[in-house]
């Protein structure tokens, strides 16, 4: 816990408001409560800056105007934020072995295993050797945890969960802010990864910790080998991703999905149920009707890309063009 004004001297920000005010946790402008600090980067957010229940809020001058709660003034929002997180980073207990307040349930627990405080193990679970399970971490009943694996700090797991050798669950995100001289700053995540009941994960696949709220891997799904999913990604439930695959963070996927080998998803979409995308696709746009879907071109220079990509959008054009064109022709 620290006061607003510890947080604000940290950050060289103007304080506006109650600096003796204790804060909690951090959280995004939308889920954040009473003792929580929030930020806000653009006026796209002015409405729920306006109406958060925040006790404080990391703004730009700008934004002041539509502040109803204490407020941190600064130059860089996202910079202060990055720089704010560690702040409340929980410290991880390094353990040799089992920590006296783990509750393993006489789970089989292989060699060289470290297992953190206030650990919970549901029964008939096996974890292989030298997997390393940090505080806080739950795992359900009858899950076969592989060796060489590691479950971070507050991670939730159901019943029924197969891991796969050399899976990371719970790793950092991919959040950095840069700094006026070009420096990039990390974002501390402070979030966990929920996983659901039934759920399959392959060997070396890492499923990164939310920023602030969690990621969530619903029930029935299947990650294949080698498979990423970013901060603040949700899949939905019983779907099944292929290897190579990444997710970039804060997508939502829908149930019942097949993602092929090698796509690349870009950050902050939203892909409805019932959809398959074919193997190497980029998808770069939210999907909202199911069905079968294919994105693939070959590899050029950027500039060239831009013009192929212009042409693409007018072929029906063309095409129409070309027809009447060879109509009118053929009627001479």
Known sequence: ?????????????ELVGDGELKITSLASIDCAKSDQLSYVVSEKYREQLSSTQ?????????????????????????????????????????????????????????????????VSIGTDTTIGANTVIEDNTTI????TIG???????????????????????GSEGFGNARDKYKRWHSIAHLGNVVIGDDVNIGANT?????TLENTYINRGVRLDNLVHIAHNVTIGEDTAIAACTGIAGSTRIGKRCMIGGMVGVVGHLNICDDVVVNAKSTVDKNITISGVYTGIMPLMP?????????????????????????????GK
């Open 206 to 210: 890492a499923i990164d910790r939310g």
């Open 1 to 13: 816990m620290h006061t607003l004004g510890e947080i604000a001297k940290l950050v060289n920000a």
């Open 54 to 118: 925040a006790s404080a809020v990391i703004i730009s001058k700008s934004l002041q105007k539509f502040c109803n709660t204490n407020a941190l003034i600064v130059d860089d929002v996202y910079l202060a934020f990055a720089q704010i997180t560690h702040l409340f980073k929980h410290k991880v207990t390094h353990t040799n072995g089992i920590h006296a307040s783990a509750n393993t349930n006489n789970a089989t627990v292989a060699p060289n295993c470290c297992i953190g405080k206030q």
């Open 140 to 143: 359900g009943a009858n899950c």
């Open 147 to 169: 060796s060489n694996i590691s479950i971070l700090q507050g991670t939730i797991i159901g019943n029924n969960v197969v891991v796969e050798s050399g899976a990371v669950i």
């Open 302 to 330: 950027h500039k060239k890309w831009q013009i192929v990509g212009v042409w693409l959008t007018k072929l029906d054009k063309i095409t129409q063009y070309l027809n009447i064109k060879l109509t009118h022709l053929k």
